[in-house]
């Protein structure tokens, strides 16, 4: 009975030590984005300390940019360890699109010139793999579209609805204006990209090999901008960003050199000024990281 009592009074004082100082973060992240211009939602949940948990707005929907491209990333995995292809196959890199709205075709404007090595590659053959990985990295439209077309955008929805992202939406591709115009859209929440990282980063979407392949691609990211941008280089981000019109957001894992682990959504919209929505962004990575490496 003693050993009960002991640990519960440990419990508690844990307790009693951990709410009042994730309180205070809260506090100081909402003061930061207060009387910025825009709208933006944040979710932290340390992956060793359970208490240690953040959500602001984390119910709100975003347009979900190119963070809509870690789903269909999950998706892609599900599939090939069901046996349905091998992520080693390979598919043309064909620039033909059909809108979710008629089935009318389109194409993507591509720039030979971009970091994305496959607006240079149409017509050539591409594995799954390294599609897959421009998608991520690079954050490539139209490998995108070439895997959504693979995959599925319902059953890619359906996927994260199971998953427990039950707010996220894959409706289509990149550069359906069609669909645009009729304001048929991706749409998540940070609660949902939280949930949906929270789970890659403990192995319990795919498989621990699938989930492993999954994370080091994110931490490929060639796109730096916000969650990882002011924190020092020997800390490791898996991340995926998602950049339009108004928009500014990142998603990720990020791990410490001293053994922590957590998972940052950062989103905003209706940004005037977009450089000061990310740096906001930047400004409470930064804010979550000194918090989590000063605390006693």
């Known amino acids: 009975m003693l050993r009960y009592i002991l640990f519960f009074l440990l419990f508690a004082v844990s307790c009693t030590q951990t709410t009042p100082q994730i309180e205070l973060l809260k506090n100081d992240v909402l003061k930061h984005i207060d009387g910025e211009q825009g709208t933006f939602a944040i979710w932290f949940q340390h992956l060793q300390d359970p208490d240690l948990h953040l959500a602001i707005n984390e119910d709100t929907l975003f347009h979900a940019a190119s963070t809509m491209k870690t789903p269909v990333m999950v998706e892609l995995f599900r599939r090939a360890e069901m046996g349905e292809f091998n992520l080693s196959d390979s598919i043309r890199v064909n620039n033909r699109f059909y809108s979710i709205v008629d089935g009318s075709e389109f194409q993507l404007d591509l720039d030979p010139e971009s970091d994305d090595p496959f607006e240079r590659l149409e017509g050539e053959m591409a594995t799954i793999y390294d599609l897959n ?11 995108t579209n070439l895997i959504i077309q693979l995959v599925g955008a319902e059953e ?5 609805h199971k998953l427990g992202a039950e707010n996220m939406l894959v409706l289509r591709g990149l550069y359906d204006m069609k669909a645009f115009d009729r304001g048929l859209s991706n749409r ?11 789970r890659i980063a403990n192995k319990e979407v795919v498989s621990a090999e699938m989930d492993s392949i999954m994370i080091e691609v994110l931490k490929d990211q060639y796109y730096m901008d916000v969650i990882p941008a002011d924190l020092p280089d020997d800390v490791i981000t898996a991340t995926k960003t998602g950049f339009i019109t108004g928009v500014r957001h990142d998603s990720s894992i990020v791990y410490l050199p001293d053994g922590q682990s957590y998972v940052l959504i950062f989103l905003s919209k209706d940004l005037e000024d977009e450089d000061r929505g990310q740096n906001v962004g930047i400004e409470i990575s930064r804010m979550i990281y000194d918090f989590l490496v000063q605390k006693p």
């Open 133 to 143: 990985h421009a998608m991520i990295t690079y954050s490539s439209n139209i490998a």
């Open 156 to 160: 890619t929805t359906a996927t994260m």
């Open 188 to 198: 998540t929440t940070a609660k949902d990209l939280g949930i949906l990282f929270k």
